[in-house]
């Protein structure tokens, strides 16, 4: 693998993660947003989208390429521990959202994110 492709790879990975990341935490955000998540579930919630903007991470968020694995991770666990609260209008309204985030993003960038639900 020479050098360009290697960078291309590595802008790819840091594309479909940066999607996934703001997709998760949009998921996150609009079933906090739902009045029908309960209390236990919202804190969950909370707590995941607190440590994604806290500066103190297991990981900092400026070592490169790496530096928001931990905030995925984090974000990934809350998603599975409150996605019976994640339902097609919650998916839809992160859709959306993301739309003005990543103008030309692929569907199968989610898939994963969508897997866990």
């Excluded at 940066?18 to 609009?30: D, K, N, V």
């Excluded at 009045?35 to 903007?53: F, R």
């Excluded at 809350?78 to 985030?101: H, M, P, T, W």
Aim: charged share 25%; glycine share 6%.
């Amino acid at each position: 693998m020479d050098k360009t492709e290697l960078f291309t790879s590595i802008k790819k990975g840091v594309r479909k993660s940066g999607i996934q990341l703001a997709y998760t935490t949009l998921l996150l955000y609009h079933a906090l947003s739902r009045k029908e998540t309960p209390y236990w579930a919202k804190s969950i919630i909370s707590g995941a989208l607190v440590y994604l903007v806290c500066p103190v991470d297991a990981i900092p968020d400026v070592t490169p390429i790496l530096g928001y694995t931990d905030d995925l991770g984090v974000l990934s666990f809350g998603l599975v521990s409150v996605a019976a609260y994640i339902n097609k209008d919650v998916k839809s309204k992160a859709r959306e959202q993301l739309k003005c985030f990543f103008k030309n993003y692929r569907e199968a960038d989610l898939s994963c994110v969508d897997s866990k639900l």
